[in-house]
């Protein structure tokens, strides 16, 4: 037995014609942009104030993975 299905009663402008709008449409059109994606990670205020530029941040940075390699891999920091 089938559910009846509820009417909407949000009506889509004439000048948007969902079915062209489907038809038209290309599958995976940003699905190379988004597969590159970007890599954000969010600094504490506190973290960044010691920096005047983000040029200067992923030098620390890099320097600090370089000191890791040096000193023989990962260690976890304890908080």
């Not at 969902?18 to 990670?41: D, F, I, P």
Request: net charge positive.
């Amino acid at each position: 037995m089938k559910k009846k299905g509820k009417s909407s009663t949000d009506e889509l402008r004439p000048e948007y014609d969902m079915a062209e709008l489907l038809r038209r449409g290309v599958t995976g059109k940003h699905a190379k942009a988004y597969h590159a994606g970007s890599n954000l990670v969010l600094i504490e205020p506190s973290v960044r104030s010691e920096f005047k530029s983000e040029k200067d941040l992923n030098d620390a940075l890099r320097l600090v993975i370089e000191l890791r390699r040096i000193g023989g891999g990962r260690r976890t920091v304890r908080r």
